[in-house]
């Protein structure tokens, strides 16, 4: 039985994610990891502090557990990266080569490390975004994750590595608080509404980006891991989409099952950021090698969200 690390499990992605691999590995072959002391999300798995910026305290906890599969997700996303774009290169690159290196010397099955829309900029077709295209990524982030994709695929080709990547859209989820994306609106959105406050969104109300419900997520990255290695043909990182809506779409969705819900719109900083991402994403490339297809629409994630969210309220408070 394969010992999977994930790295960075108290996050958004992550918390979700170590719960998925569980089901399909043995909550005690799925190893919890963050920089940061461990969260109820993660409660009754093995916990492991770590920094992925140690390469040496990295490979001795992948060690100590015979870890065969590594979930890399620690990551400055694209908002708190502009506000440090050093720091966040350091991070994002430093963090993912380390991995890398490690799954070569030891001959890691398999490992993971999720790409972002991020990598698409200004000249990038926006509309059904092809899986091969211009990428001219204008945030630290995208330009971080853009570099990791080449050097996934250098790892694959010049080593044998089998490392595997999504380029997430808008991840929307209600079980963890936003974790510093741009697309974090379409996430706080919901606890305003149920909060009974108003709302005031950080993008304009006609910005499209392509979304992504979190089980959706989580199915997607977990049926590409399971994927036979010949039907993995894109070893830079894979398109995969579900969903597209504008901040005005969202809001009306939750009207629907709170007609007393206000929005207003006051785009700042990141309203740039948003502009230059795709409105809708081409994934055909992904549903042909390994059968991805999502589940949610944008009226079934809100439905989802609206009846689940209040019990998990308290907590966040």
Not at 104 to 109: A, F, G, S, T
Not at 180 to 193: E, F, P, Q, R, S
Not at 301 to 311: F, G, H, S, W
Request: charged share 20%.
């Amino acid at each position: 039985m394969d010992k999977v690390l994930v790295i960075g499990a108290c996050g958004q992605l992550g918390s979700e994610l170590t719960h998925g691999l569980s089901k399909v590995f043995g909550q005690d072959n799925v190893i919890a990891s963050d920089i940061s002391n461990p969260n109820s999300a993660v409660e009754g798995f093995q916990f492991e502090r770590l920094d992925v910026m140690d390469a040496e305290g990295t490979a001795e906890i992948i060690d100590k557990h015979g870890i065969t599969q590594v979930y890399h997700l620690a990551a400055i996303l694209s908002a708190k990266g502009e506000e440090n774009p050093q720091w966040a290169w350091n991070l994002n690159m430093t963090g993912l080569l380390n991995i890398l290196e490690i799954a070569k010397e030891k001959n890691l099955r398999k490992v993971y490390w999720p790409s972002s829309i991020a990598v698409f900029g200004p000249s990038t077709p926006v509309d059904n975004t092809p899986q091969h295209t211009v990428m001219d990524p204008n945030t630290v982030y995208g330009i971080s994750k853009q570099a990791g994709e080449r050097w996934c695929e250098y790892y694959f080709e010049k080593y044998g590595v089998d490392v595997r990547s999504i380029r997430y859209p808008g991840l929307i989820g209600y079980k963890s608080l936003p974790g510093g994306g741009t697309t974090d609106y379409a996430v706080d959105i919901y606890h305003k509404a149920l909060a009974g406050e108003h709302f005031e969104c950080f993008l304009s109300e006609d910005t499209y980006l392509p979304m992504m419900y979190m089980p959706d997520a989580i199915k997607a990255t977990i049926d590409l891991m399971e994927a036979p290695a010949e039907n993995v043909k894109v070893r830079s990182s894979y398109n995969v989409s579900a969903i597209s809506f504008s901040p005005s779409e969202i809001a009306a969705s939750i009207q629907k099952h709170l007609p007393e819900f206000s929005i207003s719109y006051h785009p700042d900083f990141r309203q740039p950021i948003a502009d230059s991402w795709p409105n809708s994403i081409d994934d055909s490339v992904a549903r042909n090698d390994w059968g991805w297809k999502e589940a949610y629409d944008l009226e079934a994630m809100t439905t989802d969200i609206l009846k689940n969210l209040p019990e998990l309220i308290p907590s966040f408070q």
